[in-house]
């Protein structure tokens, strides 16, 4: 009698290809396996609400490295997940807004520190020309202006007594009657 478990040599009369597809004997041992090596699986669900289990591997399933043994009802915690993305999203816009809005100050700030830099510039030109040329300028002026009315009022004063002096000689004609109407309309006129 052959082994139960292992290969029977092949007879002589059948073919080497019907060898090598021939396969052993299944060999059944009654009893219990134990595992040579055991994991705990532990949760952590501090962050989590609520903790439905929906399904469980059963005690004593052989399972690979990676391979889920619960299920949770996550109907809650997709909810919540939808809602922190849709937050998340919104703080990025919020972000760029943000962003965006600073740029445009700094930018607002770069233009409005030109413009006052070219506005001191263009004081200190005025300021400059002034003190250079302005200045001077205007006090020739000055000067000229006082020296046309101080003879002005030298050639004024100078017929006023021209005036005086005939009206207290009485020596007024009609010719000079005709003068002092005529400086007295001149001077009205200006």
Not at 30 to 54: D, P, Q
Not at 57 to 79: A, I, M, R, Y
Not at 100 to 125: I, S, V
């Amino acid at each position: 009698m052959p082994h139960i478990g292992a290969a029977q040599p092949p007879k002589a009369s059948e073919d080497a290809s019907e060898a090598k597809t021939t396969k052993p004997d299944t060999l059944k041992i009654g009893g219990v396996f134990e595992a040579i090596a055991t994991a705990e699986v532990k949760y952590n669900t501090e962050h989590l609400k609520s903790f439905v289990i929906t399904r469980l591997v059963p005690h004593g399933t052989t399972v690979k490295k990676g391979q889920n043994v619960v299920w949770f009802d996550s109907e809650h915690l997709d909810k919540e997940l939808r809602q922190a993305e849709t937050d998340l999203r919104l703080s990025k816009l919020s972000l760029d807004d943000d962003e965006f809005g600073y740029k445009q100050f700094l930018e607002t700030q770069r233009l409005e520190r030109e413009a006052a830099e070219r506005r001191k510039r263009k004081a200190q030109q005025d300021y400059d020309n002034f003190v250079k040329v302005d200045r001077q300028r205007q006090l020739k002026t000055a000067e000229f202006n006082l020296k046309s009315s101080t003879a002005s009022l030298a050639n004024a004063m100078e017929e006023l007594k021209q005036l005086e002096q005939m009206y207290k000689e009485d020596d007024l004609t009609e010719e000079s009657e005709e003068i002092v109407l005529k400086r007295a309309s001149a001077a009205n006129r200006s």
